[in-house]
Structures are given as structure tokens and as C-alpha cells.
């Protein structure tokens, strides 16, 4: 038992930091709060029943985010099965507007919080938007910050293949955010 | 290096994973060509938006809390759940439905019938937490109203607004140390005819379910629901509120909003 108790403290250790990207990443996948949630519980509860499995604690976040990743897969009738604009549109209505802040400098003004909140709303857009081969890899490698290694483990595809899906859902990107993003001076 | 090929590399270059001699060269190619160099700036730009998007989407409150701990008490639980959960979805089990919701009316029934002294609210939120008997028969958990409501404003460094306003007809019926959450202060009241208990915790209790964010005046408060009775929960300085009750979740609001 005690045994038991001192795994749950490690797994927990290794868990907490994560939580952010966790949930994030399974907005990503269901594109639903609520689903995320859901999402999220399971993938958790599996790991934590696998923990031993994993050899190489130090590559815990790629194969945490495997683990979720399989759970959707597994279920994605499931973590499907409702709408998504109209919950997300519900998330973004309800958090802090200062957050948009970093986005276009800090001049005020009601214009400016406008641009901020459009501008916000089209890459959060363009980034659900993208396939998912492209989407997961681009927000696992840009939106959280796992080097190309990582997200090559998280998704179980070799690194060339990231790096190539990654270049192509940047170019995507870029592509769908012109004249929303301002162009930088020389 | 021309600009197709500057180009082709030039997500390597802004994640810094180019090779040391094509690094140089790529540098040199941007300081001399303002269009490869606008290109990198948007790009970079981009990619600095896309990093921002994790501040943008915080954790759920409560999300963490209810992960771990049905690691560390609910796992067969929970399992148990999923699979009644996929034994609906499967058959689609209307009668099996209809038979939940008829047992679930009874038992609602059965504990308003038998609260006896206990209030029903109270008795809801106790047995949730398995600390009904824990109240019922220790002595050293039957404190004074004052003495809760002291440790309880003590936990927020701000007083407990009462009564309210003419008329509104809030008043305290008891206080309690409850040992959910450690051993953190609860009232009850009664307000025309319904009743509210406050809790004061550090955390919220896993079994909470999800929260909805709402905003009144400069306070937030998350609002749930658990078998029919409203939860609200706010910020209170360090300590967490938290309100259980039979009344309407707007009214709730409005009593809370000004108790605290």
C-alpha cells in the first residue's frame, strides 16, 4: 500500500506541470471544453495505471501525450459527439480579455481591444482550422514548446515526418492569417 | 544561398536547429534582403502568437483537483462510472433511464422525509463528504455560530456581511467544523425558505464536477450543480468559498454576491 501511495506521489509530481498542456492539447483534439475535460480524466487515469510501464522517466511528457492521444483516438465517436464552434466561442467569451494584451502592444483604446480580440479569435481559428496531421504537431511544437523529438514521440512518427508536417501547417498558417497579422517594420 | 532557399529553411532557423554553417549564411542572406528579412519577422511573429495561445486557455478551476484526486481515492470509481456510461450509450437503455430517475426521486423523498433535525441541505452535503455521522454524535464538532463565523472570517481577513438588507431574510441557523477539506468552518442558513450552507476550504472537493465562470460586479464566482442543488464557489483572499443550496442559481448569486 505504501508502495502504492509513493507511486501516486511521483505520478503526481510528473503530472502536475502538465496539466496545462494536457488540456490544451485535448481542446485541440475535441475542439470542446467540456469534452477536453472528459478527455483529460481518462488520459490521466490510464497513465497513472501504465506509470510502470514507462522506462525512460524523463521522456514522461511524450509519452503522457501519446497515452491522450490514444485515448481519443480509441473513443473518438465519444469525445466527438458534440458541437464545437458555439463551446468554444463560450470559452473565449469568458476569459480575461488582459490576456490578448501581449498581442498588439500595450497602446489603449476600444479599437485596439477590438484588433486584439479579432486577432486573437483568427489564429485560435486558424489553428483549429488546420488538419489534424498539421494542427497537433504545430501546437505541440509552437504552442507548447516540445522539440521536434518530443512531438515525434507524442505522435509516434518519425522526425523528418514532423519537421515536414510542421513546415507545411506553418505555411498554412500563414497563408490563412495574412492581412491579420502586421506586417513588421524592415 | 538565393531567397527560395533561405526560405525553405527558415522555420529551422527561427526554432535555431539550423546547422552552424548555414546559420551564418542564412543571416548574412537577411541583413542583405529586406524581403527574406520581412518574411522572418512575420514569421517569427506568428510563431510567437501561436506560443501565446497557452495563456489564452488556462486550466479549468477545479480540473486539476478532481485529476488527482480520483488518482489517489477514486479509480474503480470511476471506472464503474464509465462503464454504466457506455452500457447507456450502447443500448440506448430508456427504461433503464426512466428507473434511475424514479429511484433518484424517491431517494430525494426518503432524506427530505427522514432529515428530522438535520436539514435536508445539510444533511445532502454531508453524507457527500462521509462525515454525516462524524456531526451527528461528536461533541468536539458542535461549536458556537460565533466561533465558525469567526474562524471563518479569520481564513478570508474580510467580515461576513449580515443580514443582508431588510427583509431579505437571511439568518444563520447553525455552525459546524466540518472535516471535509481538513477541518474548515461551515454555516447554514435559511433564506425564505430555502437554505444555504458556506463552506471555507483550501481546495475544492473532487467530486464537485465542472464550474461556469461568472461575473458579478468585481467578484468572479463558479457555479455548478450537484443532484438538483446549486454550488457557487468564489475567491475569498487565500481561502475558497463555497456555497451549496435548494434555491435558484440566480438567487444564490445575488445572496452571495452580498453575504460577501
Not at chain 1, 128 to 136: A, S
Request: hydrophobic share 35%.
Amino acid at each position: 500500500m505504501l508502495e502504492s501511495a509513493h507511486k501516486g506521489d511521483r505520478f503526481e509530481q510528473e503530472l502536475r506541470p502538465l496539466m496545462g498542456t494536457t488540456y490544451r492539447y485535448a481542446l485541440r483534439l475535441t475542439k470542446n471544453p467540456d469534452l477536453a475535460q472528459d478527455l483529460v480524466q481518462d488520459a490521466c487515469l490510464k497513465a497513472f495505471q501504465r506509470w510502470g510501464d514507462l522506462r525512460e522517466k524523463d521522456k514522461f511528457r511524450p509519452w503522457f501525450l501519446r497515452i491522450l492521444y490514444n485515448t481519443f483516438i480509441d473513443e473518438r465517436r465519444r469525445f466527438s459527439r458534440r458541437g464545437e464552434s458555439s463551446s468554444l466561442d463560450e470559452r473565449f467569451a469568458h476569459e480575461d480579455s488582459k490576456h490578448g494584451e501581449k498581442l498588439m502592444g500595450t497602446i489603449p483604446g476600444p479599437e485596439q481591444e477590438l484588433l486584439k480580440k479579432e486577432l486573437r479569435g483568427k489564429i485560435r481559428d486558424a489553428l483549429d482550422d488546420l488538419p489534424e496531421q498539421y494542427r497537433l504537431p504545430v501546437f505541440l511544437a509552437y504552442g507548447e514548446g516540445l522539440s521536434y523529438e518530443e512531438v515525434a514521440a507524442a505522435l509516434d512518427c518519425p522526425v523528418g515526418t514532423i519537421m515536414s508536417r510542421l513546415f507545411r501547417g506553418r505555411k498554412i498558417l500563414r497563408k490563412r492569417l495574412a492581412g491579420y497579422v502586421p506586417v513588421p517594420a524592415q | 544561398m538565393n531567397c527560395q532557399e533561405v526560405r525553405s529553411f527558415i522555420y529551422q532557423f527561427i526554432d535555431g536547429i539550423t546547422k552552424p554553417e548555414q546559420t551564418a549564411v542564412i543571416q548574412s542572406h537577411l541583413q542583405a534582403c529586406p524581403g527574406c528579412r520581412r518574411e522572418y519577422r512575420l514569421e517569427r511573429d506568428i510563431g510567437a502568437r501561436l506560443k501565446d495561445t497557452s495563456t489564452w486557455e488556462p486550466l479549468p478551476f477545479g480540473l486539476e483537483t478532481r485529476v488527482i484526486s480520483s488518482l489517489h481515492s477514486g479509480k474503480q470509481e470511476n471506472h464503474s462510472l464509465r462503464q454504466i456510461w457506455q452500457f447507456f450509450s450502447r443500448q440506448q437503455a430508456w427504461v433503464a433511464v426512466a428507473g434511475i430517475v424514479l429511484l433518484a426521486l424517491g431517494l430525494t423523498l426518503n432524506l427530505t422525509r427522514n432529515s428530522g433535525q438535520v436539514y435536508p441541505l445539510l444533511e445532502h452535503v454531508l453524507r457527500d463528504h462521509n462525515v454525516l455521522n462524524l456531526v451527528r454524535g461528536s461533541a468536539d464538532l458542535a461549536v458556537s455560530v460565533a466561533e465558525v463565523r469567526t474562524s471563518m472570517e479569520s481564513a478570508w481577513g474580510s467580515k461576513l456581511i449580515l443580514p443582508v438588507q431588510p427583509g431579505a431574510g437571511l439568518e444563520i441557523v447553525g455552525g459546524r467544523f466540518c472535516r471535509f477539506g481538513g477541518k474548515t468552518p461551515m454555516l447554514v442558513f435559511k433564506s425564505n425558505g430555502h437554505q444555504l450552507s458556506l463552506h471555507v476550504m483550501k481546495e475544492i472537493p473532487g467530486s464537485m464536477g465542472k464550474f461556469t465562470m461568472v461575473k458579478r460586479g468585481t467578484k468572479t464566482f463558479y457555479t455548478s450543480s450537484v443532484d438538483g442543488y446549486q454550488v457557487l464557489m468564489t475567491r475569498q483572499g487565500e481561502a475558497l468559498s463555497l456555497f451549496f443550496s435548494d434555491m435558484p442559481g440566480k438567487d444564490l448569486l445575488k445572496v452571495a454576491s452580498q453575504i460577501l
